[in-house]
T-cell receptor, first 116, second 115 residues
Framework: KAGVTQTPRYLIKTRGQQVTLSCSPI?????VSWYQQTPGQGLQFLFE???????NKGNFPGRFSGRQFSNSRSEMNVSTLELGDSALYLC???????????????FGAGSRLTVL | DQQVKQNSPSLSVQEGRISILNCDYT??????FLWYKKYPAEGPTFLIS?????DKNEDGRFTVFLNKSAKHLSLHIVPSQPGDSAVYFC??????????????FGSGTQLTVLP
């Protein structure tokens, strides 16, 4: 089956602009998470959505926001871009199973954002 | 404050030998641990996991060991192959606290397997 699809794969923006990234999860996966990857920092959790509701949020400023649609597709938005926002933004989807069963995140290839 | 630490940014190993990647954590609420592998221009792919009720989990050439008292886990790859060359991320989640999908990742270790 198709994996997690992220668009666009690459984009360049200038400081002060905003950007919207899109993520289509694996069919049947209702949980979508977003992570930011920067060199030397690993993956930093941004937020997680399930059934169109944000359930968890990481330690990022309010310029970072997201949403999930009824078909589980998700978007994240970064407003007033700063140079430090240059990163690889990864989306991951997972099944939501009965309590007691751990889930595994399946990641997309990411959207590489460069802020000039 | 990094709750999951991978202190070795890089590791080089000869083909056929054992690769050992290490990871330390500080949050005692973590009860589920995973390793992901990442190739350039691709997203991380799940490799192996272990829950805190176990101290070892094996899958083919990959074995993860968990030492809860030391808050340390390691990934062993035996034998190492050139195709294993990638960045390996350790990740942890607090499943029992409901944050299994809010994983905390280490900064990664670049493994290079030399032919």
């Amino acid at each position: 089956k198709a994996g997690v699809t992220q668009t666009p794969r690459y984009l360049i923006k200038t400081r002060g602009q905003q950007v919207t990234l899109s993520c289509s999860p694996i069919s049947g996966h209702r949980s979508v998470s977003w992570y930011q990857q920067t060199p030397g920092q690993g993956l930093q959790f941004l937020f997680e959505y399930f059934s169109e509701t944000q359930r968890n949020k990481g330690n990022f400023p309010g310029r970072f926001s997201g949403r999930q649609f009824s078909n589980s597709r998700s978007e994240m938005n970064v407003s007033t871009l700063e140079l430090g926002d240059s990163a690889l933004y990864l989306c991951a989807s997972s099944l939501v199973l009965a309590t007691g069963y751990p889930n595994v995140l399946t990641f997309g290839a990411g959207s590489r954002l460069t802020v000039l | 404050d990094q709750q999951v630490k991978q202190n070795s940014p890089s590791l080089s190993v000869q083909e056929g030998r054992i690769s050992i990647l290490n990871c330390d954590y500080t949050n005692s609420m973590f009860d589920y641990f995973l390793w992901y592998k990442k190739y350039p221009a691709e997203g991380p792919t799940f490799l192996i996991s272990i829950s805190s009720i176990k101290d070892k989990n094996e899958d083919g050439r990959f074995t993860v060991f968990l030492n809860k008292s030391a808050k340390h886990l390691s990934l062993h790859i035996v034998p190492s192959q050139p195709g294993d060359s990638a960045v390996y991320f350790c990740a942890a989640g607090g499943f029992s606290s409901g944050s299994a999908r809010q994983l905390t990742f280490g900064s990664g270790t670049q493994l290079t397997v030399l032919p």
